[in-house]
């Protein structure tokens, strides 16, 4: 039996000291999963997350997605009155999350050495542009720097064009996802190898750097700099997107020769197993003009309908290229419940992205969409933190929460 109610991070409490894609990426991952977030933002002005990105009546709906199921409160981190509420919510959690320009906390006094003091069992996670150290870990730090220094962008895109960045936050979420997995590391040496507390130092440049596979060592040990190749693989062929004769598209990728031999029968050119041209695949990717030409041809006498059909009973490998108003339509992203619809008091009814990965025992659940800024104070601090009327109302005040 499934337990509906709690995730398998139930008993964690992170408080999220973040703002934009990066660290409030890893407080969703964890909050997904049943973690206790306490989302801190400035009193005036919140998480700029709220006013970034397409709007509904004036809600930020980047801020619905990254802020789901976390409590938000308000706090000026900077002053001593801040600074001082913020070490007794140090003291009642598991988790720090943090993506200011390194030496910000230090600055308000706040800073690692200080609340490992505070907290010894202290997990914090640093996040920002280049890392907390080297010449450049003072430098503002943006996804898009990182995409284009992490040597992604010289990959992406085609040989005659400009370095292609991508549309979306993309150094931010894979950061994000190294960073989440090296949150639940330091836990487990804490609390099943019996270590401490300790600091992870997150950059936006390596991680995406270390998913573009051997590219050091190809350079290092054949002195190659791969260059773009549009949808090409440099590795196999074929691999392509590919118009079908209805103005739709498809993506095919043949990486192992038995995918390659199937997609020729897909296209009804079984002779090409024999064709020195293509029956291997570095004959192939030899002459991957003339390869693409063929599929391309038969493309453009099929709808796509048909082209899938095709592939599908050859068993070959084949995917539509998908927009995200197919994504919405298509039946199996409805049957894996890829995706829900969550009640809003601001959007209404709201279609967002489910929690992944499915977990058979102790599942995630999106229990509600970003809050209204400080909408929790009363939950944290007077419940969690014991403060009295007297004492939050000085705060409130003072521009402090």
């Given at each position: ?5 709690n995730?398998?991070l139930s008993e ?5 000291a973040g703002s934009m ?7 969703r ?8 977030v306490?989302?801190?933002?400035h009193?005036?002005f919140g998480?700029h997350?709220?006013e ?5 009546d004036?809600?930020?709906?980047w801020?619905?997605?990254l ?7 308000t706090?000026n ?5 801040g600074g ?8 009642e959690?598991d988790?720090?999350?943090e993506?200011?320009r390194?030496?910000?906390l230090?600055?308000?006094g ?7 003091d505070?907290?010894?069992g202290?997990v ?5 542009g280049?890392g907390?150290d080297?010449?450049?870990a003072?430098r503002p730090?943006?996804?898009?720097l990182?995409?284009a220094?992490s040597?992604f962008?010289?990959l ?6 400009p370095?292609?960045?991508p549309?979306?936050g993309?150094?931010?979420?894979v950061a994000?996802l190294f960073?989440?997995f ?5 836990l487990y040496?804490r609390?099943v190898?019996?270590g401490?507390?300790q600091?992870?130092d ?9 998913l573009?596979?051997?590219?050091p060592?190809?350079?290092d040990?054949?002195?190659?700099v791969e ?9 196999s062929?074929?691999?392509?997107v ?5 103005d739709?598209?498809v993506?095919i ?13 897909a296209i009804d050119?079984p002779?090409?197993k ?8 570095e004959?192939?990717?030899?002459h ?6 063929i ?5 453009n006498?099929h709808?796509?309908?048909e ?5 599908e009973?050859a068993d070959a ?8 108003a197919d ?5 199996h ?15 209404g ?8 990965p ?13 809050p209204r800024?400080?909408?929790?104070n009363d939950?944290v ?5 014991d403060?009295?009327e007297?004492?939050l ?6 521009g402090?929460?």
């Open positions: 039996m499934t337990d509906e109610t995730g398998p964690l409490v992170v408080l999220e894609i990066s660290g409030p990426t890893v407080g991952f964890l909050a997904d999963f049943g973690a206790t306490i989302k801190i933002e009193p005036e998480d997350i709220r970034f990105g397409p709007q509904k004036g809600v930020g709906l801020h619905k997605y802020s789901r199921n976390k409590l938000s409160v706090l981190i900077s002053t001593d009155e001082a509420v913020f070490e007794d919510l140090v003291r959690a988790v720090l999350i993506n200011f390194p030496g910000t230090e600055r308000w706040v800073g690692w050495e200080h609340l490992s505070v907290n010894d202290l914090m996670l640093r996040m920002s280049f907390q080297g010449p450049y003072k730090g943006f996804g898009t990182a995409e220094m040597g962008a010289h992406n895109g085609f040989p005659d064009r370095p292609l960045l549309p979306t993309l150094a931010d979420s994000a960073s989440t090296a949150i639940m590391f330091a040496h609390d190898s019996g401490g507390g600091y992870i997150t950059s936006l440049i390596e991680p995406i750097f270390s573009l596979g051997p590219q060592l190809r350079y040990q054949l002195g190659e260059e773009r190749g549009g949808n090409r693989s440099s590795s062929a074929p691999r392509n590919y118009r079908t004769g209805d739709r598209w993506a990728s043949a990486s192992a020769q038995p995918l390659a031999m199937r997609t020729f029968d050119r002779d090409l024999d064709d020195p041209r293509f029956e291997t695949n004959a192939r990717l030899e991957v003009d003339e390869l693409d030409a599929i391309q041809d038969w493309m006498n709808t796509r309908e082209v899938l059909s095709a592939f009973e490998t084949i995917g539509p290229v998908y927009n995200v994504i919405l339509e298509d039946e992203y409805a049957a894996r419940e890829a995706y829900i619809n969550v009640p809003d008091p601001e959007l009814e709201a279609t967002v992205q489910n929690v992944f499915k977990f058979s025992a102790t599942p995630g659940k999106v229990r509600h969409l970003g800024l400080g909408e929790h939950e601090y007077r419940e969690r933190l403060y009295d007297s004492t109302a000085d705060l409130e005040s003072e402090v929460v």
